[in-house]
């Protein structure tokens, strides 16, 4: 496909999860053909994006003071005679569409995460007529439809998204209300989109949902991985993020025999007190998620967990958190993401009573996190010594380093020739730190 050469600027600033870096991305991707390149300046953009998320408080505050400043921005080009257009996207958008609209004037369009097939078409407008709005509720399969299977990956790692949505009602979250319902693009759909990446030098996929792992194409999750294992060049597969309940035999089983998914599984628990699990609506207790990863490590012995966490929901009790301190202690975390409760309006744990203090949240939270980072520094070192298949991401902070990934998601630094970029290599891990690896390559590479 040709493309006119970039004529235009477009910033996008990315807040929140790796759902928003897909979607940011795939905007970058139906944009290009209008002549949009990226820039890192916002000042210069003729087309500014924030994609915004919504899971915490004082994000909605967060968007309105950006927008401040970019409005400031705007102003700058409009007095030298330049234009620029704003748009919202991502869940504060789809939340708060008329609100931004009203209380920013400065915003020409608000696109909701369903919709952004038809950003060119709505830029287009917004340029004839200013203040056009977007209606946030189209079909998922519309836009995934539209967005269609080519990508301009920037890197050997890539994003694709095969499902969005949750139905799962967690009563202390929003996604169910700003993503919708579960939906799951088509298999041949994600297929075609996985080898247009591996024909352009993609090694890694990341497969991303809300609730991935209730992939409802043929097959599920695990049938899909495994037709994605056979393309040529793909060989490594992740994805993110899972719910305990939609670990099924036949994704397990995956886990102990298809060679290319990796090691590493983000399964969230949230707590570790089966009476805050029941109010937080989890639909597993503390013993059938402990019992879940034992299963998983029966499949896959070096299997490394990671998690979410959260404390302070209303009503935890010191000895409710003791209990995620328990859990917590007997799975091993590599990987976490620990976070004070936040109330969100408009879900059902928002009106509960006995919300917990601020300063008993800080201090679980503190609590929380010392445990989890000494668990994630005893990870890291018992790879000292071994050596481990790392694939090569981008140049590393040093001249003549590389940074690539173990297959724990680890990072890796390692002096290595450039051309190693792309190549998964054996390395020799000498160090360990709580964020990284280091290491030499285990064997002479030309
Ligand atoms: N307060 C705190 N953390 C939350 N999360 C989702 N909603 C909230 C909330 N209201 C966390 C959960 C989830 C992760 C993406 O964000 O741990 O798994
Ligand atoms: Fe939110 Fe729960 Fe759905 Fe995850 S599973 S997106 S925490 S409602």
């Known amino acids: 496909m040709s493309e006119p050469a970039p004529t235009r600027r477009l910033y996008i600033k990315t807040h929140g999860c790796q759902m928003n870096v897909y979607d940011s991305e795939r905007m970058a991707d139906v944009l290009r053909p209008l002549g949009y390149a990226m820039t890192e300046r916002p000042e210069d953009a003729d087309l500014v994006v924030l994609n915004t998320c919504h899971i915490r408080e004082k994000a909605t505050e967060k968007v309105y003071s950006e927008l401040g400043y970019i409005k400031q921005m705007k102003l700058a080009r409009q007095a030298a005679g330049q234009s620029m257009t704003i748009a919202v996207a991502g869940c504060v958008a789809q939340a708060e569409g008329k609100e931004i609209m009203h209380r920013q004037p400065a915003v020409d369009l608000v696109i909701g995460p369903q919709a952004y097939h038809q950003l060119p078409e709505l830029i287009a407008r917004t340029h004839r ?14 836009k995934f439809d539209r967005l269609g299977s080519d990508r301009n990956p920037s890197g050997v790692t890539a994003f694709l998204t095969i499902q969005e949505g949750c139905d799962k009602f967690c009563t202390f979250c929003v996604v169910p209300y700003t993503r919708g319902a579960e939906f799951s693009r088509p298999m041949d759909a994600v297929l075609a989109e996985a080898r247009s990446l591996a024909g352009q ?3 890694e996929v990341t497969l991303l949902g809300q609730n991935v792992n209730a992939y409802g194409g043929e097959g599920g999750l695990a049938g899909l991985v495994r037709k994605l294992a056979q393309i040529e ?3 490594r597969i992740r994805y993110t993020t899972s719910h305990p309940a939609d670990m099924d035999e036949a994704l397990i089983e995956a886990h102990g025999e298809v060679e290319a998914l990796m090691p590493y599984l983000h399964l969230p628990v949230q707590a570790g007190s089966d009476k805050v699990l029941r109010a937080m609506n989890r639909a597993h207790t503390a013993e059938s998620y402990l019992r879940l990863v034992e299963k998983i490590r029966a499949a896959r012995p070096d299997m490394a967990m990671a998690g979410d966490f959260i ?6 009790r010191e000895q409710d958190f003791e209990a995620t301190l328990q859990l917590v202690a007997e799975v091993g975390y590599a990987g976490a993401f620990s976070f004070k409760y936040s109330r969100r309006p408009g879900t059902p744990a928002a009106n509960l009573p006995d919300q917990v203090a601020e300063e008993v949240k800080e201090e679980r939270l503190a609590r929380l996190n010392a445990l989890l980072d000494e668990q994630q520094s005893a990870f890291n070192a018992s790879q000292a010594g071994r050596t481990l298949p790392v694939l090569f991401e981008r140049a590393g902070r040093h001249p003549g380093q590389l940074s690539g990934r173990s297959p724990y998601l680890q990072a890796v630094h390692v002096s290595a020739p450039d051309h190693l970029i792309g190549q998964i290599v054996p390395v020799r891990i000498e160090s360990a730190a ?9 064997l002479e590479v030309a």
């Open 311 to 316: 404390v302070g929901f209303p009503g935890e």
């Open 434 to 442: 709580k964020m990284s690896l280091a290491g030499a390559l285990a």
């Open 233 to 235: 060049g793909l060989d």
């Open 129 to 142: 007529a200013k203040g056009e709005r977007l209606s946030a509720d189209f079909a998922p399969q519309a």
């Open 201 to 203: 030098g993609v090694r």
